[in-house]
């Protein structure tokens, strides 16, 4: 069955992916995205002559949030899914990100969520069904250096979405995750580097560990194929297209060896989550309505 999907963040790396994937299998997407009369122009003309509608969106603007979720619900005739996937990264040691930094940061990852939620909740709460995409990562469940406020990001991300689960299934409204493993998008193009520099010296020979790091990492996606991008488009679009009240709260997406220890952690918080709500009779909530 078709759904209304509308997808952030579709300008490349993940959210471009999605958008052709879904629109391949026959859903009805909007494609978000900053600027597609101007340095977007080209991949939106690109996926509206795929099939997508296009709407302008920057998730740090209010306005423009309200605003584009409005018109992507006018376009659809209607919206079923939000794939909050609008996102970006950071390189670099903890201690050299300003507040200012990390405002910036988490203003895309974890506050453009809330904006674009709030925006489409109202109408998905009428209509009494819907579906809340995540798109989180590895890091939203571990901890590795160098990327401390992406990860602290990620983390918020878990959470607004593990708090959405409980209180929309009363409504019909699911919420869920998808935790990809690093990949070789556009999104390492658009790193976050620290803004102050002033400490780094004291950090000695350690102060290239980030750059030696990613490096390595860089050099270790490119020697393996089976990391493909393109399955992190099609997890999303098996969890779309699972049944209503059968889909798992987190989907994983990894072959560089982090995914299969993730699954297993995610698995144990699923029996806490379940134990924890028993036990204060509120596991009803973990149970999606139908």
């Known amino acids: 069955m ?3 999907i509308l997808v952030t963040g579709a300008s490349g790396g993940f959210g471009k992916l999605t958008v052709n994937t879904l629109l391949s299998s ?10 597609p009369q101007g340095k977007n122009q080209a991949v939106a003309t690109e996926l509206e002559n795929a099939g997508a509608k296009i709407v302008e969106i920057d998730v740090t603007d209010d306005d423009s949030v309200s605003n584009g979720v409005q018109k ?7 919206l079923d899914v939000v794939v909050n996937n609008a996102g970006v990264g950071v390189l670099g040691i903890q ?8 405002q910036k940061l988490f203003d895309i990852n974890v506050f453009g969520i809330q904006r674009v939620n709030r925006a489409a909740l109202p109408h998905l709460r009428q209509q009494g069904s819907g579906l809340l995409v995540h798109i989180s990562s590895l890091l939203g469940r571990i901890a ?6 992406y990860n602290a990001s990620k983390w918020a991300v878990e959470a607004l979405a593990e708090n959405y ?8 409204i699911d919420s869920c995750l998808v935790e990809p493993g690093g990949y070789p998008t556009t999104f390492m193009d658009s790193l976050i580097q620290p803004s102050d520099k002033s400490r780094t010296e004291h950090y000695g020979d350690f102060a290239h560990a980030p750059k030696a790091l990613f490096d390595n990492f860089e050099g270790a996606l490119a020697s393996n194929p089976a990391q493909n991008p393109q399955h992190v488009a099609d997890a999303i679009l098996k969890v779309i297209e699972t ?4 889909r798992p709260m987190r989907t994983v997406v990894d072959n560089m060896g982090m995914g299969d220890h993730i699954a297993k952690y995610n698995g144990h918080l699923q029996q806490v989550m379940e134990g924890i709500y028993g036990a ?11």
């Open 165 to 172: 689960r409980v209180e929309l299934s009363g409504f019909g």
């Open 280 to 290: 204060f009779g509120m596991d009803g909530m973990l149970k999606l309505k139908v």
């Open 243 to 246: 049944p209503d009240g059968e």
């Open 26 to 35: 026959g859903h009805q997407v909007a494609a978000s995205m900053r600027n």
């Open 2 to 4: 078709s759904k209304r």
């Open 72 to 78: 992507a619900i006018e376009l659809l005739g209607g």
């Open 95 to 102: 201690e050299d990100f300003t507040i200012e930094d990390m």
């Open 144 to 149: 590795l250096p160098f990327y401390g406020p």
